[in-house]
């Protein structure tokens, strides 16, 4: 029951936390915009990344490797 001692005042102290957090993200306008967020994996552009190469053209790829190995293979003349 001495655990009551700690646990209770612990548990407040938490729950204080909790409630200034969520009120600082509600001043600080986290809470504003719900509906885009949740539609941008959706879209066909990615922005941030527009010289990032998003191809999956992994068999391509495989056989572009493969064709170099093989040439490193063959003696020189």
Do not use: H, R, Y
Request: proline content about 6%.
């Amino acid at each position: 029951m001495n655990i009551l001692i700690i646990m209770i005042p612990l548990s407040l102290l938490i729950l204080i936390g909790a409630i200034a957090a969520f009120f600082w993200a509600v001043n600080n306008d986290q809470f504003d915009d719900m509906d885009s967020p949740s539609m941008l994996p959706m879209t066909d552009k990615n922005p941030g990344n527009e010289n990032v190469d998003t191809s999956t053209d992994v068999d391509a790829d495989k056989e572009e490797k493969k064709g170099e190995e093989e040439e490193a293979d063959l003696p020189e003349e």
